[in-house]
């Protein structure tokens, strides 16, 4: 939805996996609008193991402005694509995490993980800032909160444990850490709770609307 949002008949790049674009362009056909207009969107393959000089400017010739690196970090693709897109769909290109470079500073963005790879584990650590998915504290969160009957692991989405056990493996010194996209049913969202403690506790911050990081 937020590719449709930001389309207003303005052209912009999506940089996604082969398998994503074949998602955006033939499994769902409410993204045909995104081929509206006089200058379409523009699609750029992304690796899902690679790394890529990119430029704010519009002169190719310049040196890259940052790096982007990408890692497959596991996950699931949309539950209405078909049976032969996931016959043909490679299964790394469902979901990435990206390490940004600049200046020796180092950036790792992971806002949906699966849990059911660790490979990112070593970037997110490499990192001078690390945000990555919180988006739930226990597998049957949303069955105990009676929003559906689905658990976490069942629709591809992290729990909160594994990644502060990354970072209780961190270096001592204590970068900054955030938790991202957290859905309204965890309870680190409460400050009261035992969650919210052990999360801090466990080097990270909460991300919040606003946050600021400098590097």
Same mark, same amino acid.
């Given at each position: 939805m937020g590719l449709l949002h930001l389309r207003e008949f303005q052209t912009f790049f999506v940089f996604a996996t082969p398998a994503v674009q074949c998602v955006l362009k033939t499994e769902n056909r409410m993204f045909k609008v995104l081929e509206r207009g006089d200058s379409p969107v523009q699609w750029q393959v992304l690796s899902n193991s690679g790394r890529l000089g990119c430029h704010l400017s519009a002169n190719p010739g310049e040196s890259p402005t940052f790096v982007c690196n990408t890692i497959p970090v596991g996950g699931l693709f949309p539950d209405y694509v078909s049976e032969e897109f996931l016959r043909a769909a490679a299964p790394e290109d469902a979901?990435?995490?990206?390490?940004? =470079?600049?200046?020796?500073?180092? &950036?790792?963005?992971?806002?949906? &993980?699966?849990?059911?790879?660790?490979?990112?584990?070593?970037?997110?650590?490499?990192?001078?800032?690390?945000?990555?998915?919180?988006?739930?504290?226990?597998?049957?969160?949303?069955?105990?909160?009676?929003?559906?009957?689905?658990?976490?692991?069942?629709?591809?989405?992290?729990?909160?444990? =594994?990644?502060?056990?990354?970072?209780?493996?961190?270096p001592p010194t204590r970068r900054p850490q955030d938790s991202i996209h957290i859905n309204n049913t965890n309870p680190i969202l409460d400050e009261d709770s035992p969650e919210h403690r052990a999360v801090l506790e466990a080097g990270f911050e909460i991300a919040y609307d606003g946050l600021n990081i400098s590097l």
């Open positions: 979901t990435l995490g990206f390490l940004f =470079e600049q200046d020796g500073k180092k &950036l790792f963005i992971a806002t949906s &993980l699966s849990g059911e790879s660790s490979e990112w584990q070593k970037l997110a650590v490499s990192a001078d800032v690390t945000l990555i998915d919180g988006t739930f504290w226990s597998n049957d969160e949303l069955i105990s909160t009676r929003r559906t009957n689905r658990t976490a692991r069942e629709i591809a989405t992290y729990r909160f444990p =594994e990644p502060m056990d990354c970072s209780r493996n961190s």
